[in-house]
Each structure stands twice: as structure tokens, then as C-alpha cells.
């Protein structure tokens, strides 16, 4: 293709020029990624357009600024002339940049206009924000109704130093959004909370999320693989944690995924009918707690006070569970707490309610079931 | 130009140093009441001086963690109260009153006025600032310690955040007020108070940028302090205008915060671009090419400024008309921009050059505010922009403006003028050094952050993956060594103060304004008792 070995020829250009600058090897990321997507191909070639045009004008500017220093000097002799307007020379730098300006506004409105069109999806998903991790939710085409929470996978021992780092380290997650290669698909973003933002470079993608409302962007990547990127909207203590991974598959395997994905929900969801043990409703609910508390109130229920405070002796773990279980549903207003009632099932509250107050040193014996949870639920 | 000395039967009373003067309290006091507009400038670039190392010991901290991937020396809270203080303490509290210091000592001097027009709520302006920078420290020892919200302060996370928001916002509150009131004082006395035939076409171009700069100030800073206000009330009072659940949008804020924020870019860069048009003709031997457009540039950066805002929003979901106009708006301020850098330029040109500290500082200025403008040129591109907003790109970018364009200024006007303060010479091969060391480590710290920004790293995050390693690391050193050159800069003006050699009456031979030929060095106590005549 023709605009392909263009881009190549460009990304060479660009790689000769700024190794020079730079002066480092290859291996090292330092620019802007050519992408999977028609879009970002674009995006990359209007860069690079204005990167050689920013270049050149830098070097004409900074070449008559250093001839000045060099052969102008009063210690070469050199007497200052006295001239200080030139109307001439003042209106063609005044008009010249002005139409080169229109030269570069062109080609980047027509990108703009292609990257808002968000019509005609194959697939819509709509990606919610959360403190901090996202949710999925297939709303249209193929794997309707599928929906999930994608978490950071990287273990803490790396972030803190014990275990060596892996490749991805930050850049993985326990469950990635997956979509088919060479299809339009439509992210609807919103947020729970606070402002986040998606975004894949790769895909040339980024979107805040904002609670109360719906945004929308669109990709189709063209080719199968990982891509990787990270919320970008400042939103808190972890928003360096919340990465977003996704796995862009064959057409075949992506419908064999959804399947699988249906299968899966199926066989896990849970009876809320069904009365729990209290070693089962706590094993669980050590799960649910290490997946989306452990963040803040920590795997030894001390917090980190005074923004998050300890459930280890608190006054809600240990005294009427009504109260704990509202606090789980509905959150805590204009503090990080989050209402967990619509990311939850009643079992999974049930669950962590439970773990919370049988752990470290609660011991109030209390037992909740699922029951007790959709009571509360208004 | 003239260098007729004129000291207008006052300079006889003087005994060379202007701080011993014969009459008003002495010793502390003294600084407590003054109404002197020399003596506020002074508190003023002190003032700034010591936030500048309070913030720059922040951006040590952000550079020590972000040294090696993983967390080592801070939590993340802590690490975005940091961020947030770096930058709040950085534009309000250095930048900002460094030059406003710059306007106190020398707008009098520039245009043949006694003083400026509103002496004592000038002391007041003043004295406001230490106590909205003591709140803003204060508010790391409150529960929760300070916000850690990047200083554009968004909503709605600001809501969740503990006392030290609410400090937080008074503190903007109090800075407000002193820049307000800073302004209409210097606006005032342009206005009001020049000489009989200094004409405004005639004013020195420092005292043109600040006058317009004074215009932005009134007209932004009640925008600023109306967003922080409404972040009070949504905070404390049950308002609901940044939350959807009350029928507000949180995206107002960003509107309404920008509409303040981007005329704040050029708050802080119309006095830097004032300073550098008076120190290059000045050691070109060579009248200001253009002067008349150099104003004209000015008022029309300045006008838009007013309608370019939302280039911060490209990625909140703006309709696609309105981005595009955003980005024509943007674009185009190019132009008057590199009118300015032209004629600059067009200055040197055939002109007889030295290069001491002031000169040097000015064209590291000219170099990197040039890069830097034309980053911001590929960052107004909206598709670009998507790629690369909120990442290191945006950071290595503003900081290319506000760094190397506005303290590289800042740093140019001290040496430039600190002959006229002190009476005394600053040491010149120390001077070349801060210059030298200055220009290589701010490059290491920043010039990197462009790769990073460009490969998709964020800004505001504690820790990343591995293949940011190597661009950190460089970014840290420079930083550190960054930071130690600017003790450099302490010990030159201490040293010049304490043991300086006299300075000539005329230090720099082709600096032509007022401040230089009717005024002996150094400055008297009071400047013009009668105004000096101009031909």
C-alpha cells in the first residue's frame, strides 16, 4: 500500500533525525507508536509532518540567531547598525506563518473529523471508571450482556520491590477487555466517581470518563494482538494502577470466547436463594475483599488513616451489621468509599461483609447471607 | 539615547545605599510597614525566592520516586499532594510575585514616577502572599494532609479530599486578592503616572507586557476564585454544581478553571517576553526591532487567550465544532508569537553582541521558549493532542514555557538589574556558571520527557512500567542537579550584596531606558520626586 511505505518512509525520516538528537539505541521507546488502527496511522504521519516542518523552521530561525551570535560580536570589532522596523520584512513573517498555519490545520481537521465519528459501531461497549479499576459491559453486537470488572494483575511484592518486575509490570490486568480484529467498536465512557480516562495509543483512543455522563470514541484494529494502556485522568491514590489491557482476537476465536464468557457467567452465578456456612462465606469473602477493599483498608485491616480508615476494631465492623452492609451498598458520600451495590452481587457483599467482621480482630461471629443483603438494598 | 545623570537635587541627600534612609522605622519594621515600592519589590523577589526552593524541593521528592519503577520513598497520596503543591506553590507563589517583584522596582523607575500609584495597598498586596503560602504548607498537617489533586484542582475529586482542600482554596483565595490588587496598582500607575512626554508608544516594552498582563490579571483571577468558590460550596454547602447527581457536570469546572487557566499561561509569560525585549537590545547595542509590533503581538496574544481555553478539554468529549474552533484559535497564536521571536531575533541582527549572564539567560530563553512553542504548536492539533494529552509530552512541554521561557527570564532580569539594586557587580564567572549549568540540566530533566510522553507514559503517576526506566533516571539526575544550580544563584546574590565590587553608574552600555539614564546606581530610595524631562 501506497500510504503504508509513505509511513515507513517517514517513520525512518523521523528515526534518523531525532537518533541524532537523542543520540540513543533503538531499543529505548521514545516515540509516538505507529498504532493498529487507520487512525493512529494517520495521527503518526501528521506528526511526523509537523515534527519536519517544526524542524526546519527551528533550524532557519536559530541559524540566522546563531550566525548573529557568531559573526556579530563587539569582540570582533563588530559596529552595531541602527536600523529597528522594516514594515516589509515585518508583514511577510506576519502572513508567511500564517498560511504555512493553514497547511498544518488541514490535514488535521480531516483526521479530527474521522476520529469523532462514532457511527455505525459493529460492537458498542460501554467502560466505567472506577476508583480504581474498570467494568465492561457489552451493550451491542456480538457478546451482548457481557460484563466484567478488570482489575490490575501485578502482584504488590512488585510494586514494592520483594519480587522482581515483570515485562507488563503495571501494564496487566486479570481480566482484559477483548474485541475482534477488523471491527468497528464504539466505547462509551462514564465513571462512577470520579473523572478517569481511557485510552489505548495504540489504538489512538483517549476518552475521560465522566460520572453522570456518556462520551464516546471509536476503534478498528486491524491487526490481533495485546494492546495496553493506562486511565490517564488524575483520580485519586491509584490512578497509577488502573491499567487498560485489551486483547484484540480472530473473528473465530472472539466468538468462541463469547460463548465461553456466557458459559462462564452461567455456571458462576450464584444462587441467591442459598444459605451459607461461615467458613465458606468467609473463604469467599476474602476474594471480593483482596480484589476491591485491599487497596485501601489493606490485607491487615489497618488502612491508612485518616483517608482510609481501619476496619481492624472499627465501629462499623463491630456493631450492627445493618449499618456495615449500607456502607458496602451506597458508599460513603464525598469520601473514596464507593457504593459497591451496583459492582457487587448480594452474595459477594453477603460475603465480604462477613470476612470483615470474623477477621483480624473482629470476632462478632456474625454471619451474613445473602438474604440479609437484598433486604437492605433499596 | 542620552546617558545625561539627572538625580534632580534628591541624589544629594543620598549616601550610596539606599538602605539606610534618613527617616521611618528601621530593622523590621521597617520591611512590616513599608510603602516603598523599591523595598516591596524586594520582599517580593525574596518571597518568590524561597517558594521557589519550598517547590522545587517538591519536585525533588516527585523525581526521587519516579527515579526507579516501583514504590521506594512515598506513598501515592502522598505523591499527588506533591504534584499538586509543586505546581500551586510554583505559578502563585514563584513565578507570579517574581514578577510582580520585577514591575514594584522597576515601572516607577521606567516611566519617571516617584513610587507606584497606591503605595500602601501596595504593602498590603505584599504582605498577603506569606500568609496564603503558609496555609498552603499548613495544609500537609491537617488530616489527610494536603489535596492531592494537581493544581488545576478538578472536580469531583476534590470533594473527596480532607481540610486541606478548604485551605487549599482560601489560599487561592488570598492569591487572588494580592494579584489583583497588585494589578490594578500597576495599572494604575502606568496609566496615571509617567513623566510629562513619556508618551505610551515610548514606555519601555517591560512596562508595556505588564500593563496588559494587569488587564488579564482583573479580568481572570475573579474567574479562578469563582471555581474555587463553587468547589467550597459543592464541598460544604450541599451545592451541586460540579456534580451530575445535582444536575451539575464536573466538565464546568475544567471550563470555567481553563477560562482562568489559559490566560494565566501568558500571565506568567508577557512579563518573561517585557524582560527579554529590554535585555537584548540592551547588550546588542541596538534599538528593539519592531517595536510597535511587539505591542501590537502583545494585545493580540493576549486577546487570544481569552478564546483558546478548551484546548486543555480536547479528550472530556467536547462537540467536534467546538474543538475545531479551539484548534483554529490555538494555532493561530502562533503567529503574533513568532512575530515576537522574529523580532528578537531581528534585534541581534547586525547589532555589536556581548554575552554576560543577562544575555546568555535571555537567549537560552529565546532558544527553549521557541521549542517549547512549538510543542504547544503539535499539542494544538486535536488529533495529535488525543495521543499525547496527559502525558509526559504535556509536561515536558509547559515546563519548556514556564522553566527555560519564564524563570530563564526571571533569572536574566536579576542579573540585568541587580547593579541598579544593590549598587554592586555580581560575579560574572560565577553568573556563566549557573547560566551554563542551568541550560544542560534543565535539558536532561525535560528534553527526555518528551520520548517518555511520546511512548504513552502519563503524567501524575507514582510508578511505571520498565521501558520508561532509562528516560526516568536521566530526568531525575538532571533534576537534582538542577536544583543544587539554584543554590548557585542564592550564593551570587548574597555574595554581590555582601562583597560585591561598586557597579559602574552605567554597568551594561547599550541599556537605554530611565532606570539607567536619569537614575544614579545605585537606585535612590525614592525615584522621581520631580519628574525628569524628556526630549
Not at chain 1, 488502527?37 to 503518526?44: D, I, K
Not at chain 1, 559573526?71 to 570589532?77: E, L
Not at chain 1, 470476632?363 to 438474604?371: F, I, R, S
Request: glycine share 8%.
Amino acid at each position: 500500500m501506497a500510504s503504508k511505505s509513505r509511513i515507513h518512509a517517514a517513520r525512518w525520516a523521523m528515526a534518523a533525525l531525532l537518533a541524532l538528537i537523542s543520540g540513543t539505541a533503538a531499543a529505548l521507546e521514545w516515540y509516538m507508536p505507529v498504532g493498529v488502527t487507520r487512525l493512529t496511522q494517520e495521527v503518526y504521519t501528521l506528526h511526523n509532518y509537523v515534527m519536519i516542518l517544526v524542524i526546519v523552521i527551528f533550524v532557519g530561525v536559530f541559524a540566522a540567531m546563531f550566525y548573529s551570535v557568531f559573526a556579530h560580536r563587539k569582540s570582533k570589532g563588530h559596529k552595531a547598525a541602527q536600523f529597528h522596523e522594516n514594515t516589509t520584512v515585518e508583514v511577510i513573517w506576519t502572513v508567511v506563518p500564517f498560511i504555512i498555519l493553514i497547511f498544518v490545520a488541514w490535514p488535521a481537521t480531516k483526521s479530527l473529523v474521522a476520529m469523532r465519528d462514532t457511527s455505525n459501531p459493529d460492537i458498542t461497549i460501554k467502560a466505567t471508571g472506577y476508583q480504581w479499576k474498570w467494568g465492561y459491559d457489552y451493550i451491542k453486537g456480538d457478546g451482548e450482556g457481557i460484563s466484567f470488572l478488570s482489575v490490575l494483575a501485578t502482584p504488590r511484592e512488585q510494586i514494592e520491590g520483594t519480587a522482581e518486575k515483570g515485562e507488563h509490570y503495571l501494564l496487566e490486568v486479570d481480566n482484559p477487555l477483548v474485541v475482534p480484529v477488523g471491527k468497528k467498536v464504539r466505547i462509551l465512557t462514564t465513571a462512577a466517581d470520579v473523572i478517569h480516562s481511557w485510552g489505548v495509543p495504540a489504538f489512538g483512543v483517549k476518552q475521560d470518563a465522566i460520572p453522570g455522563f456518556i462520551r464516546d470514541t471509536w476503534f478498528r484494529a486491524e491487526k490481533t494482538g495485546t494492546y495496553r494502556g493506562q486511565c490517564v485522568e488524575l483520580c485519586g491514590k491509584d490512578h497509577g494502577f488502573m491499567p487498560i489491557v485489551v486483547q484484540v482476537l480472530g473473528q473465530e476465536e472472539y466468538a468462541q470466547w463469547t460463548a465461553d464468557q456466557k458459559k462462564k457467567a452461567a455456571a458462576a452465578a450464584d444462587d441467591p436463594n442459598k444459605v451459607w456456612t461461615m467458613d465458606d462465606m468467609k473463604a469467599r469473602g476474602q476474594k471480593v475483599y483482596e480484589s476491591n477493599c485491599v487497596a485501601c483498608h489493606q490485607a491487615n485491616g489497618k488502612g491508612a488513616p485518616p483517608a482510609f480508615p481501619p476496619l481492624d476494631g472499627s465501629k462499623i465492623a463491630n456493631g450492627p451489621k445493618e449499618a456495615h452492609i449500607d456502607i458496602v451498598l451506597n458508599g460513603k458520600a464525598n469520601t473514596s468509599m464507593a457504593a459497591f451495590g451496583k459492582q457487587l452481587s448480594d452474595t459477594e457483599i453477603a460475603a465480604v461483609v462477613t470476612y470483615e467482621r470474623n477477621a483480624w480482630g473482629n470476632h462478632t461471629g456474625t454471619l451474613v447471607q445473602p438474604a440479609d443483603v437484598k433486604a437492605r438494598r433499596k | 539615547m542620552s546617558a545625561v545623570l539627572d538625580t534632580h537635587g534628591h541624589g544629594d541627600h543620598e549616601h550610596g545605599d539606599h538602605d539606610h534612609h534618613g527617616h521611618g522605622p528601621t530593622g523590621l519594621m521597617r520591611w512590616i510597614t513599608t510603602t516603598n515600592h523599591k523595598d516591596i519589590g524586594t520582599m517580593y523577589l525574596w518571597f518568590s525566592f524561597i517558594m521557589f526552593l519550598v517547590g522545587g524541593v517538591m519536585a525533588l521528592v516527585i523525581r526521587a520516586e519516579l527515579f526507579q519503577p516501583g514504590l521506594q520513598l512515598v506513598q501515592p497520596e502522598f505523591f499527588n499532594q506533591m504534584t499538586t503543591m509543586h505546581g500551586l506553590i510554583m505559578v502563585f507563589g514563584a513565578i507570579m510575585p517574581a514578577f510582580v517583584g520585577f514591575a514594584n522596582w522597576l515601572i516607577p523607575m521606567q516611566i519617571g514616577a516617584p513610587d507606584m500609584a497606591f503605595a500602601r495597598m501596595n504593602n498590603w498586596s505584599f504582605w498577603i502572599l506569606p500568609f496564603a503560602g503558609a496555609l498552603l504548607v499548613l495544609s500537609f498537617f491537617t488530616p489527610g494532609g494536603a489535596p492531592g489533586v494537581g493544581w488545576t484542582l478538578y472536580a469531583p475529586l476534590t470533594i473527596q479530599m480532607g481540610m486541606g482542600m478548604d485551605l487549599t482554596i482560601f489560599a487561592v483565595h488570598l492569591l487572588g486578592m494580592s494579584s489583583i490588587m497588585g494589578s490594578i496598582n500597576i495599572v494604575t500607575t502606568i496609566l496615571n503616572m509617567r513623566a510629562p512626554g513619556m508618551t505610551l508608544m515610548r514606555m519601555p516594552l517591560f512596562c508595556w507586557t505588564w500593563l496588559i498582563t494587569g488587564y488579564l490579571l482583573i479580568a481572570t483571577m475573579p474567574v479562578l476564585a469563582g471555581a474555587v468558590t463553587m468547589t467550597l460550596t459543592d464541598r460544604h454547602f450541599g451545592t451541586s454544581f460540579f456534580n451530575a447527581a445535582g444536575g451539575g457536570d464536573p466538565v464546568l469546572y475544567q471550563h470555567i478553571f481553563w477560562f482562568f487557566g489559559h490566560p494565566e499561561v501568558y500571565i506568567i509569560a508577557l512579563p518573561a517576553f517585557g524582560v527579554i525585549s529590554q535585555v537584548i537590545p540592551a547588550f546588542s547595542r541596538k534599538p528593539l526591532f519592531g517595536y510597535a509590533s511587539m505591542v501590537y503581538a502583545t494585545s493580540a496574544i493576549a486577546i487570544l487567550s481569552f478564546i483558546v481555553w478548551a484546548h486543555h478539554m480536547y479528550v472530556t468529549g467536547l462537540p467536534i465544532g467546538t474543538q475545531l474552533f479551539f484548534m483554529y484559535a490555538t494555532i493561530l497564536i502562533a503567529v503574533p508569537t513568532g512575530v515576537k521571536v522574529f523580532n528578537w531575533v531581528a534585534t541581534m541582527w547586525q547589532g555589536s553582541l556581548t554575552f554576560e549572564t543577562p544575555m546568555l539567560f535571555a537567549l537560552g530563553f529565546l532558544f527553549l521558549f521557541t521549542l517549547g512553542g512549538f510543542s504547544g504548536l503539535v499539542l494544538a492539533l486535536a488529533p495529535v493532542d488525543i495521543q499525547l494529552q496527559e502525558t509526559y509530552y504535556v509536561v515536558a512541554h509547559f515546563h519548556y514555557v514556564m522553566v527555560a521561557g519564564a524563570l530563564f527570564s526571571a533569572f536574566s532580569g536579576v542579573y540585568f538589574w541587580l547593579p541598579k539594586w544593590t549598587g554592586k557587580m555580581y560575579d560574572e564567572t560565577l553568573g556563566k556558571w549557573h547560566f551554563w549549568l542551568s541550560m544542560i540540566f534543565f535539558n536532561m530533566i525535560f528534553f527526555v520527557q518528551h520520548f517518555l510522553g511520546l511512548a504513552g507514559m502519563p503524567r501524575r503517576i507514582p510508578d511505571y512500567n520498565l521501558m520508561f526506566e532509562t528516560w526516568n533516571k536521566i530526568s531525575s539526575i538532571g533534576a537534582f542537579g538542577f536544583g543544587l544550580t539554584q543554590l548557585l544563584l542564592l550564593y551570587i546574590v548574597l555574595k554581590t550584596i555582601r562583597s560585591g565590587e561598586k557597579a559602574p553608574q552605567m554597568p551594561w552600555e547599550g541599556a537605554d531606558s530611565l532606570e539607567w539614564t536619569h537614575l544614579p546606581t545605585p537606585a535612590p530610595h525614592h525615584s522621581f520626586e520631580t519628574p525628569p524631562v524628556l526630549k
